[in-house]
């Protein structure tokens, strides 16, 4: 009988509103279609999708590979993780999706003194126009005043642009804590569901699905960064037009699984599933998927073969 993977519900215990769905064990918007489960039910794909997630999908580090890798989010648009930084002087600067940069129009008074930030001497204009007659200025006071806007301050616009960025690590890992232990139930089904550190995984995103970690993230013991050879290895890779997910066994016969997004060192987790892995796998067993990404994607086969160490990639 199908239940689902967070709650446990099945199709009977399910209120009105709820029903299965497809869930995404990579994020869709990162460009995966084909790794799936459809035994998550609509209340738990969405508050995953809400607690777990958003922050990662939406965060700087993702939403520059989304966009150097060209992913289109469900409303079709490839986001641009450089919309908005800051100049040194803290005025605001957007930047296109062609990275030219224009100026965050503002106007600030200080005394009988305006200062405008604009894109053009027209722009400027008008937004002084338009200040002036709020302070109830005359139609001529208004002309002399714009008359006077001093042109030679105007300057090409390139500036040094900062951006402002912070990593909540626990938010990371809880989600390379989902993506890990979905892949688990995808592989091994039924079987996972009732071994003790799956149930201390889906307790924990039961815990963050539930809203309950929204203001602070709980650390997952069970996600880390990838081991140092793993790191190593992807420092000297450039990015890859894939992901690639496997699970293996160590020598104290745990169950590990490898989360690598993007090749990127900063999307790439370990996840203990199990510290019963002759439970799952024969020894020296690997299960792996690749996920190939749709447009710049094209993965360059002979590089990844010289990462992962393996004859066994997908041609
Ligand atoms: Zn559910």
């Known amino acids: 009988m199908r239940r689902c993977i967070f709650c446990g519900r099945t199709d009977n ?10 869930e995404h064990i990579i994020p869709e918007c990162l460009g995966n279609s084909t790794l799936i489960l459809r035994n998550v039910c609509k209340q738990c794909n969405s508050n995953l999708g809400t607690y777990v997630d958003n922050y990662f999908v939406n965060h700087h580090f993702i939403k520059s590979s989304r966009q150097f890798f060209q992913l289109r989010s469900q409303n079709g648009v490839i986001p641009n993780a450089f919309q908005e930084g800051v100049t040194e002087d803290g005025q605001r600067i957007r930047v296109d999706e062609n990275f030219v940069p224009s100026v965050v129009p503002s106007i600030i008074q200080d005394g009988n003194k305006i200062t405008i930030h604009a894109n053009s001497v027209e722009e400027a204009r008008t937004m002084a ?4 007659k709020r302070l109830h200025a005359t139609p001529e006071q208004i002309q002399n005043y714009i008359s006077k806007i001093d042109e030679s301050l105007f300057q090409e616009l390139q500036p040094e642009i900062r ?3 912070t990593l909540d690590i626990n938010r990371f890992l809880l989600e390379a804590l989902k993506i890990g232990y979905e892949y688990a139930l995808l592989k091994f089904g039924d079987a996972y569901w009732d071994d003790p550190t799956a149930l201390k995984i889906r307790n924990r995103l039961n815990c963050a699905i539930s809203g309950k970690m929204q203001d602070t993230c709980e650390r997952p013991p069970e996600a880390s960064y990838v081991p140092d050879y793993l790191m190593q290895g992807l420092s000297r890779t450039p990015l890859i037009g894939a992901h690639w997910i496997s699970i293996t066994s160590t020598l104290h016969n745990q169950l590990v699984a490898h989360i690598i997004l993007f090749f990127n060192p900063v999307s790439s987790f370990q996840v203990l599933l199990s510290e019963q892995a002759d439970c799952y796998l024969e020894n020296g067993q690997i299960l792996e998927d690749f996920v190939e990404l749709p447009h710049k994607g094209g993965i360059d086969y002979d590089k990844l073969q010289e990462y992962t160490g393996r004859q066994s990639c997908p041609k």
């Open 129 to 132: 126009s338009k200040k002036l």
């Open 163 to 165: 951006y402002d960025i």
């Open 13 to 22: 215990e399910f209120d009105g509103r709820n029903q299965w769905t497809v």
